[in-house]
């Protein structure tokens, strides 16, 4: 049996909590298999109804556990899953990856959060499943460097249309006449003439699949406010590919530059090759990404 398998992610810091920016990512791969099985529902009914029904266009769901593979309740014989983002965190003194040989993963916009996730097993595993698509030039550098194939191919978080016509949501706060600081200290001083608020990506968001839902609606309320300010990836970089007015800041909050050092993964730069692409080359990446994502799909679903 086939099924289809969905990031998901514990509370994982020694305060209780995450980041909402992952779940984002998990919207995002939502949107890839929504584009790819062209559904008649709207995107934020899509959700729903995945949510609701634990199913995906008839296939099973399986909710995977990203910090925590071994421990997700695998639904199927071959569970064909979209396998995003930072890889990894510790959870209780370990790294759990790879994943167990009946997940069947794609790999894209792979971002390598720790180095000591790769040991023998892994960089076979990587291997076996090349060409890896890399979210950033440091991670890519990496794995070629251990004989990894790899394929620049962008964060997933880019692939979200959210103007889409079919996106299906409405917000549920106005920000156009506020300037928005997100995990950055508010600056009264960027401007007078507007109202401010601060925001965090960091709650409780325990394992629940319905916070894909909440990051997509929380991500959507930005999307035209006044301005927004931010050291967040997974707020900067969505924002920026539907042409909100959004600014990224580096760990003095000021404005971020090519060559300043990621305050969150200082070894592995999260936005090399992300930072500073041209309108045209975000296009593309989208359209790359989206394809080859939709060409991995139709063969492993065949």
Not at 172 to 196: C, E, G, Q
Request: charged share 20%.
């Amino acid at each position: 049996m086939i099924s289809i398998g969905i990031l998901c992610y514990e509370i994982i810091n020694q305060g209780g909590r995450n980041n909402i920016g992952d779940w984002y990512q998990t919207v995002a791969a939502m949107y890839i298999w929504w584009k790819y099985f062209d559904s008649k529902d709207t995107f934020a009914e899509f959700i729903q109804t995945c949510i609701r029904t634990g199913t995906m266009n008839s296939y099973p769901i399986t909710w995977l556990l990203r910090d925590n593979l071994s421990h997700s309740k695998l639904n199927g014989t071959k569970i064909i899953a979209l396998m995003n983002g930072w890889w990894m965190s510790d959870i209780k003194g370990f790294y759990d990856f790879p994943p167990s040989s009946n997940i069947v993963p794609i790999y894209t916009s792979f971002h390598l959060g720790d180095n000591r996730i790769l040991s023998e097993q892994a960089i076979e595993h990587l291997k076996h499943y090349a060409p890896i698509g890399c979210r950033d030039i440091s991670t890519q550098e990496h794995l070629e460097a251990l004989g990894i194939k790899t394929t620049f191919s962008g964060c997933l978080s880019m692939v979200l249309n959210l103007r889409d016509p079919r996106l299906g949501m409405s917000k549920t706060f106005d920000y156009s006449d506020t300037h928005v600081f997100v995990d950055v200290p508010v600056n009264t001083k960027a401007d007078t003439r507007n109202y401010y608020a601060f925001h965090t990506q960091e709650g409780k968001f325990h394992k629940d699949p319905m916070w894909i839902y909440h990051a997509l609606q929380h991500t959507y309320n930005l999307l035209d406010a006044y301005a927004v300010t931010t050291r967040r990836l997974h707020v900067w970089l969505p924002l920026l590919c539907n042409n909100a007015n959004v600014h990224l800041v580096n760990t003095y909050n000021q404005p971020y530059r090519v060559g300043d050092v990621d305050c969150v993964s200082p070894k592995n730069d999260r936005y090399r090759g992300l930072f500073g692409l041209s309108t045209e080359r975000r296009q593309e990446i989208i359209t790359e990404l989206t394809e080859n994502c939709h060409t991995m799909i139709r063969t492993l679903l065949s």
